[in-house]
């Protein structure tokens, strides 16, 4: 049986950008790890992930929370590395 953090190592996610996406989704973590896995096999599902956290990225700003900037900034720049779009 495969753990959750093999699902994110296959996908390769971090548990960061999974919080993230939970968050934006209003979700457990590992429904959106379900959800993020199956999204980041196609070029479209990359790009709206892009855009889910490129959201949470500008939410972060605008709240003027250090901490939660720091840690959205980086899981951006996480995931668009490890998973460029091609549009």
Known sequence: ??????CLDYCNLTDDE??????????????????????????????????CLEELLARAERSGEK???ARA?????QFVADHPTTH
């Open 67 to 69: 901490e939660r900037l």
């Open 1 to 6: 049986m495969l753990s959750m953090r093999d």
């Open 73 to 77: 900034r980086a899981a951006f720049a």
């Open 18 to 51: 999974i919080a993230l996406i939970a968050e934006h989704e209003d979700i457990p973590d590992v429904a959106a790890a379900q959800m993020a896995c199956g999204l980041v096999q196609t070029p479209e599902g990359t790009l709206l992930l892009t855009r």
